[in-house]
């Protein structure tokens, strides 16, 4: 059971947009900086956005973060094919101390 | 461009202890504000965080782990090391080692202000089995 809660999968057609959910609590997500991660097959995961709705470089704009309380939700426009891969939230617990990770959202371009 | 390579032993007996280095190129393991973080992915299953160590011999534990885990770093071979003691099967996985960003120098404190991993090594399956 992973403290931190997502959809086992979503899916979406080609082009179209795609919302993933994270949610928390206030001692992690709520007081926290959360970060997201891609995981391609049979590849290591990739970060995508730091900081709740930063992208590090070469992370195009169709990625998207952003928060509200004690979740957040990654945002994926302009679906590709390419894209289908597990996505991962994770951030800090202050009261676990500990970094925390998401059990992963499966995406699937229809 | 900072690259980590995960290396040690694919298969490891029940009851012994996994040991694997992470050796980092293109870049200084003694950078400020950066730690050097295990995440562990068992066969089909999310990401699980062990640990995270600072250049200066700093630790994270992750709770669950704490009395079976030991990271370590030589910086003058610019690799950090994992060890897991009394491993069983539950403990079989992809390893990866990653940079964990997020961390502030406050009049020569590491203050932890978010948590990020990148770059990731690409991983190493490690097999607990008889």
């Known amino acids: 059971q992973s403290v931190l809660t997502q959809p086992p999968s979503v899916s979406a057609a080609p082009g179209q947009k795609v919302t993933i959910s994270c949610s928390g609590s206030?001692?992690?997500?709520?007081?926290?900086?959360v970060s997201w991660y891609q995981q391609l097959p049979g590849t290591a995961p990739k970060l995508l956005i730091y900081?709740?709705?930063k992208r590090p470089s070469g992370i195009p704009d169709r990625f998207s973060g952003s928060k509200s309380g004690t979740s957040v939700t990654l945002g994926i426009t302009e679906l590709q094919t390419g894209d289908e891969a597990d996505f991962y939230c994770?951030?800090?617990?202050?009261?676990?101390?500990?970094?925390?990770f998401g059990g992963g959202t499966k995406l699937t371009v229809l | 461009q900072l690259q980590l390579q995960e290396s040690g032993p694919g298969l490891v007996r029940p009851s012994e202890t996994l040991s694997l280095t992470c050796s980092v190129s293109?870049?200084?393991?003694?950078?400020?504000?950066?730690?050097w973080g295990w995440i562990r992915q068992p066969p089909g299953k999310g990401l699980e965080w062990l640990g995270s160590i600072y250049y200066s011999g700093s630790t994270y534990y992750s709770p669950s782990l704490k009395s079976r885990v030991t990271i370590s770093v030589d910086t003058s071979k610019n690799q950090v090391s994992l060890e897991l003691s009394s491993v069983t099967a539950t403990d079989t996985a992809v390893y990866y080692c990653?940079?964990?960003?997020?961390?502030?120098?406050?009049?020569?404190?590491?203050?932890?202000?978010?948590?990020?991993?990148?770059?990731w090594g690409q991983g190493t399956l490690v097999t607990v089995s008889s």
């Open positions: 293109g870049g200084s393991i003694s950078s400020n504000a950066y730690y």
């Open positions: 994770g951030t800090w617990d202050s009261s676990l101390n500990a970094v925390v």
């Open positions: 990653a940079r964990h960003g997020g961390f502030e120098v406050v009049d020569s404190i590491v203050i932890l202000f978010s948590t990020w991993f990148d770059p």
């Open positions: 206030s001692s992690n997500i709520g007081s926290n900086y």
């Open positions: 900081d709740n709705n």
